[in-house]
């Protein structure tokens, strides 16, 4: 650590030394960039002309408004495609457009902007412009159809471009810009840089329906999306997420309304609430077949029908952990009988009658448990198979899946997830490929689980509700900007420690004339030391008869190195 980084940051900033060790640990070092993070401000967002191709697709959408041209929003089933589509479906409708939004179904047309569902598309819609959104920069061969058909394509995505680019009217991604700022936009980030550059495009050309456009209204959209897809919190995402969550908390969008009740979720919310309790319910239905029941949602301004699309997609929402718990625990077997930590560096389980809509989560859950890059596919469709992957930090899982190329069909994704299709015969050629590229970016080393303690602390006394608010200002936390963990050496326990549930530890800690309440979840089966302990932590508050208090949520323990 750079104690010279730390004393700048404490004298300039007035952050205690906790808070200047922590930024400065994260590469915010420099007084001006830990000021930024702290306090992001929209009016500090890049010009989305500034992405490539930008000045196209805002032409050729001004051009299709005014010519009351019929338009598609193209999306996707996940809850980045879907708030992605109800945004910039309403936006052009805002702005005078006739646009109908479009979904794929994920069991009948596959992921993404495939021949299948634009011919559906074209079809339903007739349009003569179809703007993708979380999809299609890969979609060499359906852009050729639909300009064949007479229809224009925009392809807006945030997706890695691999060569062939499908050669749209306009190719907006981010990770095509030269500032990294943006590299990590989710889809519906990227679908709100189109959108203000259409309003701002508006307001210099005499758009009358441009000057009354507050698109702040829509960072709730931005936000949920954002944390759903899992994208890094940082640099913009940071921004988005931050003001997005202050509007959900006061959404106007009867449809979120409606499914934060559902979800029993009340003001503040936190990215988790959308991690558990509102992502979920909206990927369901996309999971399981369609997700226009999701779509309906986020567009209905309908109190009851509101309600009665909430109550579907939460029923939806449990049917899919059924799936999951039980191919979760199939694979679990699988594993039980045949892994060795010195040798599976990537693992690959396939099953026939696996749902494809959830092995996303089995893989999460899988890579989650074994700490190694996951691959699940599902063969239910006979020799075709459909396959998700999920990763560690260390190994980029697109780049492992270009190195298994020669025996799949298609691919693509993220560093952290991503997707795939093969044939039944190339399984058993792409689980050992896969071991292999796996074991290659590892550098021949099995991985083990490292927890990351960002700040030392001597005893409790620093800890105080001053030092809550501080680390406080680090939020949104979230991908690549997680909650800090704090380390606490030499503590006593301060009376006997209870397993709640069966599942939780419960017990207090003490250092000289200081005491605090810890929780450890998930570690009930493990003994805490008699003698004096260190901690690994998280500080939050807890809220119990309408006392507040400071509480110690702990990721691990050990005993103390008191020589």
């Not at 680019?165 to 990227?190: C, F, M, Q, T, Y």
């Not at 077997?333 to 892994?339: G, H, I, R, Y």
């Not at 025996?407 to 399984?427: E, Q, T, V």
Request: aromatic share 6%.
């Amino acid at each position: 650590m750079d104690a010279d980084a730390v004393q700048v940051l404490t004298e300039r900033l007035g952050l205690s030394a906790i808070l200047a060790t922590i930024l400065a640990a994260r590469g915010l070092d420099h007084p001006d960039r830990a000021a930024a993070f702290l306090d992001p401000r929209l009016n500090a967002v890049s010009d989305p002309f500034l992405i490539p191709d930008m000045d196209r697709a805002v032409c050729r959408l001004a051009t299709a408004l005014r010519q009351k041209e019929s338009m598609a929003v193209f999306g996707d089933y996940d809850v980045d495609g879907v708030v992605s589509t109800a945004l910039l479906t309403q936006t052009l409708r805002q702005l005078g457009g006739c646009v109908n939004p479009f979904l794929p179904n994920r069991v009948q047309e596959g992921y993404g902007f495939t021949p299948a569902a634009l011919a559906r598309c074209l079809a339903q819609i007739r349009p003569s412009l179809i703007v993708t959104v979380d999809c299609g920069t890969g979609a060499t061969n359906s852009v050729a159809l639909a300009r064949q058909a007479g229809c224009d394509v925009i392809v807006t995505d945030h997706h890695a471009p691999a060569p062939p680019i499908a050669d749209a009217s306009a190719d907006i991604n981010p990770k095509r810009s030269g500032r990294e700022a943006i590299h990590a936009l989710a889809g519906v980030g990227v679908a709100f840089k189109v959108c203000h550059a259409l309003v701002k495009h508006g307001r210099q050309h005499g758009f009358p329906q441009s000057s009354n456009m507050d698109l702040r209204d829509w960072l709730d959209f931005v936000a949920l999306g954002s944390v759903a897809d899992m994208v890094p919190l940082t640099g913009e995402n940071r921004t988005w997420v931050r003001y997005g969550l202050n509007q959900l908390n006061r959404t106007r969008h009867i449809g979120l309304r409606a499914l934060m009740d559902t979800a029993k979720l009340t003001p503040p919310l936190s990215p988790s609430d959308i991690g558990f309790g509102l992502g979920p319910r909206l990927n369901a239905a996309g999971r399981l077949g369609s997700a226009d029941d999701a779509l309906a949602l986020m567009m209905t301004e309908d109190a009851a029908d509101a309600d009665r699309l909430a109550r579907l997609l939460d029923k939806a929402n449990r049917q899919r952990r059924a799936l999951e718990t039980r191919i979760g625990n199939e694979a679990s077997c699988m594993l039980e009988n045949d892994f060795d930590t010195a040798r599976d560096f990537g693992l690959a389980l396939a099953g026939d009658d696996w749902e494809p809509g959830v092995i996303g989560i089995v893989a999460s859950r899988v890579c989650r448990q074994r700490f190694r890059p996951t691959a699940i596919a599902s063969f239910r469709d006979g020799d075709s198979g459909r396959g998700s992957c999920r990763s560690i930090e260390g190994v980029n899982i697109l780049n492992v899946l270009e190195q298994c190329a020669p025996f799949l069909d298609a691919y693509g994704g993220h560093r952290l997830a991503a997707g795939f299709s093969i044939g039944r015969a190339a399984w058993p050629e792409f689980k050992q490929a896969f071991n292999n590229a796996c074991r290659e970016q590892l550098n021949g080393q099995a991985p083990t689980p490292v927890l990351a303690v960002d700040a030392w602390i001597d005893g409790l006394q620093d800890v105080t509700p001053t030092l809550h608010w501080q680390l406080q200002r680090l939020a949104p936390f979230g991908q690549d900007n997680p909650t800090p963990i704090l380390g606490f050496k030499t503590l006593a326990l301060d009376g006997p420690p209870r397993v709640l549930g069966g599942r939780h530890l419960k017990f207090r800690v003490r250092h000289g004339a200081t005491a605090m309440d810890a929780i450890a979840f998930g570690l009930g089966d493990r003994a805490i030391p008699d003698s004096a302990i260190e901690l690994a932590a998280c500080l939050t508050e807890n809220t119990y008869r309408g006392r507040t208090t400071l509480q110690l949520v702990v990721k691990d323990f050990r005993p103390a190195d008191t020589n």
